[in-house]
């Protein structure tokens, strides 16, 4: 018995290829965080331009940063602070948007729970797992991150909320690889 490939069946193939990788073939952006070193790489999969280095701190072993391949789809600037369960428990209250709350300048909410990559960490905790989870850096180097993800093209524009935070929607693919 023979197999038979009909036309229509490779168009169909094709085009699912070409949506899981994007119409334009980008790989898109890649930060890869690596736990034991506590950085965040970032590159341009696309023509392998490096991006900034930082330094960051993360979770703490009672509340591990989670390992994974996880996408990016927005940056928040000035974001509000809404504490989850155990930080609520620790005394922690909602804060309004702003670059001065506990999130720094920016966020880039990932995975399950709410993590994200933010702004707002004290210098001398970077290095340490310290975190409820998320991965914190200096303000100016996420800025940094942030300048060099937009000169890659991969932001959209800033959106002005209602709340006053200020979201960009990812205009290339973004990931995070947490190892």
């Given at each position: 018995?023979?197999?038979?490939?009909?036309?229509?069946?490779?168009?169909?193939?094709?085009?699912?290829?070409?949506?899981?990788?994007?119409?334009?073939?980008?790989?898109?952006?890649?930060?890869?965080?690596?736990?034991?070193?506590?950085?965040?790489?970032?590159?341009?999969?696309?023509?392998?331009?490096?991006?900034?280095?930082?330094?960051?701190?993360?979770?703490?072993?009672?509340?591990?940063?989670?390992?994974?391949?996880?996408?990016?789809?927005?940056?928040?600037?000035?974001?509000?602070?809404?504490?989850?369960?155990?930080?609520?428990?620790?005394?922690?209250?909602k804060l309004s948007p702003s670059s001065d709350g506990p999130l720094g300048v920016a966020k880039l909410p990932f995975g399950p729970g709410g993590f994200a990559v933010h702004g707002g960490a004290n210098p001398l905790l970077l290095g340490k797992p310290v975190s409820l989870g998320c991965v914190r850096t200096l303000n100016e180097d996420l800025l940094a991150l942030l300048d060099w993800m937009d000169r890659r093209s991969a932001l959209e524009g800033v959106v002005p909320q209602p709340d006053g935070e200020q979201h960009q929607q990812v205009a290339r693919r973004v990931q995070i690889l947490v190892r």
């Open positions: 018995m023979s197999l038979r490939i009909r036309p229509i069946s490779v168009a169909f193939v094709v085009l699912g290829m070409s949506l899981l990788i994007g119409s334009s073939g980008d790989p898109g952006l890649l930060l890869v965080l690596d736990r034991e070193h506590f950085e965040l790489h970032a590159r341009d999969l696309r023509d392998g331009v490096e991006g900034p280095t930082l330094r960051v701190s993360l979770g703490s072993p009672s509340h591990r940063t989670p390992a994974g391949r996880y996408p990016i789809y927005e940056v928040v600037r000035d974001p509000g602070w809404n504490p989850g369960p155990d930080a609520r428990a620790l005394g922690a209250t």
